[in-house]
């Protein structure tokens, strides 16, 4: 009797545990993961900064989204990534003689004119340059969550304390939000102090790559080093996470531009902490192990040619 008590229990353990392990390995493999971040919104299949570029993502599973904020001449925040019209929208020809376009020789009202979508495709047509305010109540609806790119800021005298006030407005500096849904990021050292210095709950973030024996200056305003995946080594990502940033966390690093599936996985395996991508599907599939929709689609066909 005892025997068969002790044999049943060992065979209970056994059995939980067979339940538990796996469900622990996933975890911690998921855990291991980077966050992908939609870098412009989806921008490899909608118009970048576009409010269909985050809904592109959300319907593709992304959860993060990078912008880039910029001001107009007559004060409006937009999101927009060049400092210039001409690229991404029709201002040549709306407002022909008005080179280089600047973003900050034209009002809001004058930019809101422009199409920001046929340049990408046709089907695009009609597509705003979207006011930040705007931009927040789309990644608000999607329940999505957002890394904001302060751009140029040497171009706008006080643009920080300008997006810092319009997030509070929009609700985006409550608890929640600094907690889990928003980080403010720059290539200005300079700036990144500022939004530091102003709001100190904010989790914010340097574009570029700072000398190893620089990072422990850094690490005191800021929360992520972010480079350019072309520079990042095992050995310096070791430096970074080496230290706290100013929240007393871990000192993380996001890389940018990966849009494709075999170096996406490299980053991951090195340990990387986010992986900034054009294409946020194929790099948050190849890095778990996946096959995009679209990926698996055009293995079919070719294996049927």
């Known amino acids: ?41 989806a921008s490899a299949y909608t118009p970048e900064n576009t409010l269909a570029a985050v809904d592109e993502a959300h319907k593709r599973g992304i959860t ?90 040497e171009l706008y005298p006080g643009i920080e304390k300008e997006i810092l006030a319009e997030l509070r407005k929009e609700g985006w500096l409550s608890a929640g939000h600094l907690a889990r849904r928003l980080i403010v990021q720059s290539f200005s050292t300079s700036s990144v102090k500022a939004v530091h210095r102003q709001a100190p709950g904010l989790k914010t973030a340097f574009l570029g790559m700072p000398k190893t024996g620089d990072l422990p200056d850094y690490a005191k305003f800021t929360d992520q080093i972010n480079p ?16 706290k940033g100013a929240h007393d966390r ?30 946020p599907d194929v790099v948050r599939d190849a890095v778990a192990g996946k096959k995009t929709a679209a990926k698996r689609t055009e293995a079919k066909k070719a294996g049927a040619s």
């Not at 068969?4 to 996933?26: E, H, K, M, Q």
């Open 1 to 41: 009797m005892h025997t068969r008590t002790v044999a049943a229990t060992s065979g209970t353990l056994l059995g939980f545990c067979a339940l538990v392990l796996p469900i622990a390995t996933a975890e911690a493999s998921a855990a291991r993961q980077p966050t992908t971040v939609a870098h412009r919104g």
């Open 64 to 153: 993060w989204v990078e912008n880039d904020v910029q001001r107009t001449k007559d004060g409006r925040l937009v999101v927009m990534h060049d400092t210039t019209l001409n690229r991404t929208t029709d201002a040549e020809q709306v407002y022909p003689g008005r080179s280089p376009w600047k973003i900050s020789d034209f009002t809001l009202a004058q930019i809101q004119r422009l199409d920001a979508g046929s340049w990408f495709a046709p089907e695009y047509r009609g597509q705003r340059v979207p006011t930040l305010k705007q931009y927040l109540a789309a990644v608000d609806r999607n329940k999505q969550n957002l890394m904001l790119e302060i751009k140029a800021p």
């Open 228 to 243: 350019s995946h072309k520079s990042v080594t095992a050995d310096y990502l070791a430096a970074v996470h080496r230290l």
């Open 250 to 279: 871990k000192l993380e690093l996001f890389t940018w531009t990966v849009n494709d599936g075999p170096t996406a996985v490299r980053l991951a395996k090195l340990g990387v902490d986010g992986i900034i991508t054009n294409t």
